[in-house]
């Protein structure tokens, strides 16, 4: 136990392992005795194996995948809106961390909606846009986009600036220097902003699926609370946070195929 408080300490892999499947299997033991007191009804907590059920229901039902439509759906939008933030998200931040005057131009446009309330946006992108599809991916978008582009600018001004002057004297130009210098050494760093991306857009997929969505999992939810199923409410929620951290587990372990020089560290 002595390098109990040690953040350099790297646990072995059974290790690591044991410790995450004993959370979950404590928090499912939590659930299951409150499920079997009574102290907590189940129209607001059903039993985890009526979520289980409702699972299985939801998998297969009358040959049909009502999960399985809703999941290829939402995972459609999130890709679509991904593409969008990687495309504009990283070329914008990338300028603002290179050039101190595109800094000091977009800066006070793109700060402040960090810390701002996206989903206040979302009636004005009702009334902009719709109810169609523009709409869900726009939400999507900015949602992700207002954290990219500032975590994008902070990687760039992160690398030391030996880089830039070791390139300058090697006679690369200016944004030579930034091009094969600076940005190869933020990349990892990019790549976590990425991964930022994807989670916040995992986070806003059902409220971006609240409005007049035929299909996806934020509808699904939607349509299991109007008829008070809240076992379905649960399994659409359980599946949700299991593709977000898979879609983090496969993006962290792409960034280590790619950088890891800076992942071994």
Not at 107 to 123: E, G, N
Not at 182 to 204: E, K, L, Q
Request: contains cysteine.
């Amino acid at each position: 136990m002595s390098d109990f408080w040690n953040p350099y300490a790297a646990l072995a892999a059974p290790q690591r392992r044991l410790l995450g499947v004993g959370a979950v299997a404590a928090l499912l033991l939590l659930w299951s005795l409150l499920a079997v007191s009574g102290l907590v009804s189940a129209t607001k907590l059903p039993a985890p194996w009526d979520v289980l059920a409702a699972l299985a229901y939801l998998g297969w039902h009358e040959g049909q995948s009502m999960l399985l439509t809703a999941t290829l759906w939402s995972v459609g939008r999130l890709l679509v809106a991904g593409a969008l933030v990687i495309a504009i998200g990283i070329p914008v931040g990338i300028a603002m961390g290179a050039a101190p005057r595109v800094n000091a131009l977009l800066s006070p446009l793109v700060d402040p909606f960090r810390s701002a309330p996206v989903v206040a946006l979302l009636p004005i992108l009702v009334m902009w846009l719709g109810i169609g599809e523009t709409m869900k991916i726009a939400f999507l978008f900015i949602g992700a986009v207002v954290y990219l582009i500032p975590m994008v600018r902070d990687a760039i001004q992160a690398v030391p600036q030996s880089y830039w002057i070791g390139a300058r004297d090697l006679g690369a130009t200016p944004w030579e220097c930034v091009q094969r210098a600076v940005i190869p050494m933020a990349m990892p760093r990019i790549a976590d902003a990425v991964i930022v991306g994807f989670s916040v857009m995992w986070t806003y997929i059902t409220v971006a699926e609240y409005v007049n969505a035929r299909q996806g999992l934020g509808q699904l939810i939607q349509n299991a609370r109007r008829f008070s199923a809240w076992d379905q409410v649960f399994a659409g929620i359980i599946v949700i946070i299991a593709l977000a951290l898979a879609t983090y587990q496969f993006m962290v372990w792409l960034k280590r195929r790619l950088y890891p020089w800076e992942t071994e560290q």
